[in-house]
């Protein structure tokens, strides 16, 4: 058991490894110069020299990249290019928006995708199964921000021309300031998110739920005259459960870099669109925090995942030896 | 050719063009009774068309697709105009006919999405059949390579590299095929894992055929079913990636036409609040165009693999 996590654990750490190897590689044969990035078009040769060496640009490859994990695992990611304020406090600041908006998502996304599958699974063939599956292949292809974009359309824009205001514009409230607010104001992302990614959780409990209840024991279940009810939600639905588990946390560890596109449609200042804003002006270190940090996002999910697996079922431990 | 074959030869070689025939009829029939295959089947096949005819629409409209059409285009207040019989889909916020656009648009759609798609299978295919077939170390360091390039956050990681290389149609499609030939990878080494031991395997080996013979000659024809149904359904999200990019102002360089820089120039300044068709038309073609590959790949996969149907229905 310690043995697997420990070997699942020196994998995250050679992933987050390779990924700083590779954004930092990355920048440094990018053609723009951070100095003249810094001090604009006009600065002279002198100072651009000056910049260089107070950022350590100057030095090897090696030795900035050494100077930089150092920097990093005291929890310092250098200073913004553009704005001049320390990376960690930005990007933090960003995380409360973009962790409401995936949590809140999420919430929706699994409370709309597992009933409909569930239901398809128990009618194959019906009506409500093809609906279910209409619904699947609808919210599989439709393209998030497309969605968000006509979201926006029909349900903001539209009443507010006929009188009535049913979702706020764009932005973002803290809740702390007014939960309400904060709920009323993130809906339309949650809906928007949620829709898009409800359809492969439909689908996946469809094909599982299928799965199980074709099985003995809930025949047999079924035989001993336990509750039809019972038997769908409690013996068969924790049995289909293990697959979901696994598509929520690859979901999780990578939303921070799917809802860019909803934060972008929404206006929504997170992550994601200091992330589009970072590229667009050339803002290293802000880039390579974010990647950085959506690399820790995918590993930890993926970790927690692993070991929850593990806990549960020891074939998992035995196949890692 | 004549009809009746003269060498035995011949004849074998007839005989396996008629069964090889027979089996892609089988799986043709029973695409063919299923309505929503067909359906996506011709829209994709419109779809197609459209692309291949923008020149002939450019010409017909008499509007190049990034000509700018500031009286005609434009209302008085610089909002572009609705669909009317100039411009039968509207304008753009430069009076740029969306019509043309669209068309050619389309064309990069496609080429993105199913170019990258076939180089990632290939790609995929490839590393899936070798990881699999030599087991021991080489697996090992093909299967993490493949984790890895999994727990890769990939937009971030795409928005990063296109950055700092500066965007192209070119590395739009490196991207694409770098992210997305894992998943053929994986089911490609499972099924070569799980048919490597079979009997007709064994039987190839004791025959002496060397390895490559019987990795492309017994194997690989075995999977034809997973690669063309994995194929098909990489495409669409291929072309929602291609979109994404083009969307955040990383893909396409503008001018030139994408369905996600039309739709980024929509969400401009939320433009398509006073200009609805500039997202529901090429909105809704990209909706249409993805829907009908995922509604094709998966009536490929009910057509090639019957089983997989009856055992969902019967259950």
């Not at chain 1, 908006?101 to 063939?125: D, E, R, T």
């Not at chain 1, 979901?251 to 934060?263: A, R």
Request: proline share 6%.
């Amino acid at each position: 058991m310690t043995r697997f996590i420990l070997s699942r654990i020196a994998f995250s750490v050679l992933v987050l490894f390779l990924l700083s190897v590779f954004v930092f590689m990355l920048f440094y044969v990018s053609p723009s110069d951070p100095a003249r990035i810094i001090a604009g078009d006009k600065a002279t040769e002198e100072l651009m020299a000056q910049i260089r060496s107070n950022l350590g640009l100057d030095r090897p490859i090696t030795e900035q990249y050494v100077a930089f994990i150092g920097n990093l695992l005291q929890g310092d990611l250098g200073y913004s290019y553009r704005s001049s304020m320390p990376v960690s406090e930005l990007v933090v600041s960003r995380i409360p928006v973009t962790m409401s908006l995936v949590f809140g998502g999420m919430v929706f996304w699994l409370a709309i995708g597992i009933p409909i599958g569930i239901v398809s699974a128990k009618h194959p063939g019906s009506v409500r199964d093809r609906l279910g599956q209409g619904f699947a292949i609808v919210g599989i292809s439709f393209p998030t921000f497309v969605l968000g974009m006509l979201a926006l359309y029909l349900l903001y824009f539209v009443p507010t021309k006929l009188g009535f205001m049913l979702f706020p514009p764009s932005g973002y409230v803290p809740f702390g300031e007014s939960p309400l607010q904060w709920a009323w104001h993130l809906l339309l992302p949650w809906l928007t998110l949620a829709l898009v990614v409800a359809a492969v959780y439909a689908r996946l409990t469809r094909g599982q739920m299928l799965e199980v209840l074709g099985q003995d024991y809930i025949r047999t279940a079924r035989a001993k005259g336990v509750d039809e009810r019972r038997v769908t939600y409690v013996h068969a639905f924790r049995s289909a459960m293990p697959p979901l588990v696994t598509q929520l946390g690859i979901d999780i560890g990578l939303m921070l870099g799917g809802v860019i596109v909803i934060e972008q449609v929404f206006g929504l200042l997170g992550v994601g669109s200091l992330a589009v804003t970072a590229v667009a002006m050339q803002d290293r270190p802000v880039v390579i925090a974010i990647v950085l940090l959506g690399g820790v996002f995918v590993v930890v999910s993926n970790l927690i995942v692993d070991t929850t697996y593990a806990l549960l079922d020891s074939r998992v431990r035995t196949a890692a030896r | 050719m004549s009809i009746l074959p003269k060498t035995p030869a011949a004849a074998a070689r007839a005989s396996t063009e008629v069964q090889a025939r027979g089996s892609g009829r089988l799986t043709l029939t029973r695409l063919l009774r299923d309505p929503a295959s067909i359906a996506s089947l011709i829209a994709i096949l419109l779809i197609i068309a459209f692309a291949l005819c923008a020149p002939l629409i450019a010409a017909w409209t008499g509007h190049g697709p990034t000509e700018q059409f500031r009286e005609t285009g434009l209302t008085p207040e610089g909002i572009p105009v609705g669909p009317n019989s100039e411009f039968l889909l509207g304008t753009d916020q430069l009076g740029r006919d969306v019509l043309v656009r669209l068309a050619y648009g389309a064309q990069v759609s496609l080429l993105v999405g199913v170019f990258a798609s076939i180089v990632a299978s290939v790609i995929g295919i490839a590393i899936g059949t070798v990881a699999g077939f030599s087991g021991g170390v080489v697996d090992t360091v093909l299967s993490r390579t493949m984790d890895l390039v999994m727990s890769v956050p990939f937009l971030l990681c795409a928005i990063a590299l296109v950055s700092v290389l500066g965007p192209s149609l070119s590395l739009s499609i490196a991207v694409i095929v770098f992210f997305s030939w894992t998943g053929l990878a994986r089911v490609i080494r499972g099924q070569v894992l799980a048919l490597r031991h079979r009997e007709f395997v064994e039987a190839a080996r004791s025959l002496g055929a060397s390895r490559t013979s019987i990795m492309f000659r017994d194997i690989l024809p075995n999977l034809v079913v997973p690669i063309i149904v994995y194929t098909t359904l990489m495409i669409p999200a291929a072309i929602v990636f291609e979109a994404t990019l083009s969307f955040l102002g990383l893909g396409i360089v503008p001018p030139t036409p994408s369905w996600g820089n039309m739709l980024a120039d929509a969400a401009n300044g939320s433009l398509y609040l006073v200009a609805w068709w500039m997202v529901v038309v090429p909105g809704g073609a990209l909706l249409a165009l993805t829907l009908a590959f995922n509604l094709l790949g998966d009536g490929l996969r009910d057509a090639l693999d019957p089983a997989a149907v009856s055992k969902g229905k019967r259950a």
